[in-house]
């Protein structure tokens, strides 16, 4: 099992930024590939951004590269997301998820997930 929770979210104003983090608690967390993934209301989740349990690979969906950066701190059990340059249409509620398979392939759908978090929420205003 692992445990994740989520926090840094907030209200913030386009073109601001926000840290999220994702502490993480039980199963070894330096074995998962860990993602971020973001739900806006009535869309379906989509993936945001994936790291490797090395950290040595990372992907992001197109609307974020440049703009937000993943990284993680296996000592402290936590993986992060940097967003930078906010925008309206980033408002959702971020989740961060784990799979435990000590892979470098990261996962860029929820169903490659095992574990997840409660979310946070991110607002944007214009």
């Known amino acids: 099992q692992v445990q994740l929770v989520e926090s840094g979210g907030g209200l913030v104003q386009a073109g601001g930024s926000l840290r999220l983090s994702c502490a993480a608690s039980?199963?070894?967390?330096?074995?998962?590939?860990m993602g971020w993934f973001r739900q806006a209301p009535g869309k379906e989740r989509e993936f945001v951004a994936a790291i490797s349990w090395s950290g040595g690979n990372i992907y992001y969906h197109d609307s974020v590269k440049g703009r937000f950066t993943i990284s993680r701190d296996n000592a402290k059990n936590t993986v992060y997301l940097q967003m930078n340059s906010l925008k309206p249409e980033d408002t959702a509620v971020y989740s961060c998820?784990?799979?435990?398979?000590?892979?470098?392939?990261?996962?860029?759908?929820?169903?490659?997930?095992?574990?997840w978090g409660q979310g946070t929420q991110v607002t944007v205003s214009s």
């Open positions: 998820a784990a799979d435990p398979t000590n892979s470098e392939v990261v996962g860029v759908q929820d169903w490659w997930y095992e574990y």
């Open positions: 039980g199963r070894t967390f330096s074995n998962c590939v």
